[in-house]
């Protein structure tokens, strides 16, 4: 684009002989959907061409566009920044987006980045576990005003009912879902712990507890005998009939799709927990971008629930020993124990 070149965007005079933009504040009474205060700054990575529509995205204002190479010494100098958006994270050399990242983070800023879901690994890696981030592979309208309404909750608490919208309604139901899910998995992993939001201090009951008093904790009696070396194989040949089942079920739950409507019958945290089990009893690693295949859900969708499941601490992020540059996603071990406490219930 030539300097000098003005463009108007709803009253706002935008400059790109500096890459500068400049939004005007609120008149004095308007009408702020979210917060009391002002809206949150956003600063835009990439090409003009490339930002989204913001028109309807209530308490968020664009601060600045600049390409990747100045982005990371404004971030710095910019203190009253709250969400970076980066819209072709995957065409960014790796120093440049980690040195962005890192500016993020020392400033606390939200960050949303978009990527094909070819290079999802590699950024997804690329990120610090730290930083709060959302990725978007292949975002619609929504997907784009969900990120945006979670980015601008994650800084601003406060959030007036008459701001709630259809992308506030979402988010909420998505939380609503991981802690329901969460609760069951604490119940059918009994003994009282192991998963986030179970209550400290309580064991499960059972006939063995009658003599104890409710105040006080009694642990489960286990034995701590080395297992022969002979019963190795056949808990493996365990490991894999069980994996088969799993694999089987989540081929049978493909199937319903072939006679109904897809997202009739979508679950993408039930199925992603069934792949993550199955290739647990596999021992074999699950990359971002598989886990987001086996949830069959718009791969937006399914990293907005590999995130919210990782923050209420039924995955982990796993690091590849053999590739920086990727990592995997895990079950943690209350929400495996939990999964196969469930399985062998189903085999009674």
């Keep these: 684009m030539d300097q000098g070149t003005q463009i108007a965007l709803d009253g706002s005079a935008m400059s790109f002989d500096d890459v500068r933009v400049e939004y005007a504040w609120p008149a004095a009474g308007a009408a702020r959907s979210i917060g009391e205060g002002v809206a949150s700054p956003l600063l835009f990575v990439g090409p003009p061409a490339a930002l989204p529509d913001m028109a309807s995205v209530a308490g968020v204002r664009l601060a600045n566009i600049l390409p990747p190479s100045r982005a990371a010494g404004y971030v710095r100098k910019t203190v009253t920044l709250d969400i970076i958006w980066i819209a072709a994270a995957d065409t960014i050399e ?32 690329a990120i610090p576990a730290a930083l ?84 006080q904790v009694r642990a489960p009696s286990r034995s701590y005998a080395v297992m022969p070396r002979s019963f190795v194989p056949e808990e493996r040949t365990l490991d ?14 493909r ?9 009739l019958f979508a679950d993408p945290a039930w199925d992603m927990l069934l792949d993550l089990y199955a290739a647990r009893l596999e021992r074999q690693p699950v990359s971002v971008s598989s886990l987001c295949i086996a949830a069959a859900v718009p791969a937006t969708t399914a990293l907005r629930w590999i ?17 920086g540059r990727r990592i995997f996603i895990a079950l943690a071990e209350g929400a495996g124990d939990a999964l196969a406490r469930y399985f062998e219930a189903l085999d009674e």
């Design 307 to 323: 995130k919210t499941m990782t923050d209420a601490g039924l995955f982990l992020r796993e690091a590849d020993p053999h590739d």
């Design 240 to 253: 894999r009939q069980r994996a088969k089942m799993v694999r089987r079920m989540l081929r049978q739950r």
């Design 255 to 263: 199937m319903r799709e072939q006679y109904f409507p897809a997202d």
């Design 132 to 215: 709060s981030a959302q990725l978007l592979v292949d975002a619609d309208p929504v997907d784009r005003l969900v990120a945006l309404a979670a980015a601008r909750r994650a800084r601003h608490a406060m959030v007036h009912d008459i701001a709630r919208d259809d992308a506030m309604e979402r988010i909420d139901r998505l939380q609503e879902e991981v802690a329901r899910i969460s609760r069951l998995l604490g119940d059918l992993a009994g003994q009282g712990g192991g998963l986030p939001g179970t209550p400290t201090g309580v064991s499960a009951w059972n006939d063995d507890s009658a003599d104890y008093p409710p105040s």
């Design 94 to 125: 790796g120093e440049l987006f980690a040195d962005l990242c890192a500016a993020a983070g020392e400033q606390g800023c939200n960050l949303i980045c978009e990527t094909p879901l070819s290079a999802l690994d590699h950024v997804a890696a």
